[in-house]
């Protein structure tokens, strides 16, 4: 059984959260907007083609190696749909490692909407970025350039104007961004996964050891840019 429960939040418009009648007294006595919280979504797994086994290997160890070092905070794996493969494989790996599900868990919805869509606050989004730092080139990248405006446009070459595979950027948003103003989204974090399409730069021609570890070393630096803005 569920109860709503409306809370209100400093910075954001007040939202509603579905309470469970069994969670303890005062489970909910944080407003949700004030947990720093990161969605992401997952990289190198559609245009650059990553195995996606693997990918969901590297995923679920890195968020347990950074568990212990979130406070408060959560990570959220966004997907577009319910169909979404990485999510399956993903949730199922992080149930048989017993991940804290308050503190990992997975969502449905498009990254730019969390908050307006699907009710969820996420003050920290990730990017699937290309090499340029370019908007455009489909997938997420285009839709969160898109949805940031040109703010976020440049307020991310004040930052820098290429990146390195396995590399992230962290890049604080003007309020005048509407992912800022009606997401209430206050950082970008451009990620530079492997790239395994042949159509694309920088192809590792199916080299899985290099890829992995390019892999790892890109969420390594996705959560450590993270936690430097949310601690
Ligand atoms: N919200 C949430 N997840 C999304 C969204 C969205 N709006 N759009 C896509 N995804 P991809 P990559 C998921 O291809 O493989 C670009 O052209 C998608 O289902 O965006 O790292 C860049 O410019 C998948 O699970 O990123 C680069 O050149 C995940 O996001 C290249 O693609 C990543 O898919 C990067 O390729």
């Not at 569920?2 to 469970?20: A, C, D, L, N, R």
């Not at 944080?30 to 995923?59: G, H, R």
């Not at 990730?126 to 908007?135: E, G, H, I, T």
């Not at 451009?190 to 899985?208: A, K, S, T, W």
Request: aromatic share 6%.
């Amino acid at each position: 059984k569920t109860q709503e429960t409306v809370s209100s939040s400093s910075g954001m418009p007040s939202q509603k959260i579905k309470v469970s009648e069994d969670m303890a007294p005062g489970s909910i006595s944080q407003d949700e907007s004030d947990i720093p919280t990161l969605a992401f979504p997952s990289i190198s797994t559609a245009d650059f083609q990553f195995d996606l086994e693997k990918a969901s290997d590297v995923i679920v160890g890195k968020v347990e190696e950074f568990m212990d070092k979130l406070g408060n905070a959560r990570l959220v794996l966004v997907d577009l749909t319910e169909r979404s493969k990485i999510l399956s494989l993903v949730r199922a790996k992080a149930a048989e490692k017993k991940i804290d599900s308050k503190r990992f868990f997975t969502f449905i919805g498009d990254i730019c909407q969390l908050y307006t869509k699907g009710g969820l606050c996420c003050n920290v989004i990730a990017n699937a970025a290309n090499w340029r730092l370019k908007p455009g080139g489909g997938g997420v990248n285009a839709a969160i350039f898109n949805a940031g405006g040109p703010a976020l446009e440049a307020a991310t070459k004040e930052q820098a104007r290429s990146l390195l595979p396995g590399n992230a950027l962290v890049v604080p948003l003007p309020s005048t961004s509407p992912l800022y103003s009606k997401e209430g989204v206050t950082h970008v974090i451009h990620v530079l996964g492997p790239n395994m399409n042949p159509r694309r730069p920088n192809c590792l021609d199916n080299d899985y050891v290099k890829g992995c570890k390019v892999l790892e070393d890109a969420y390594s630096s996705l959560f450590k840019g993270f936690l430097s803005i949310a601690n």
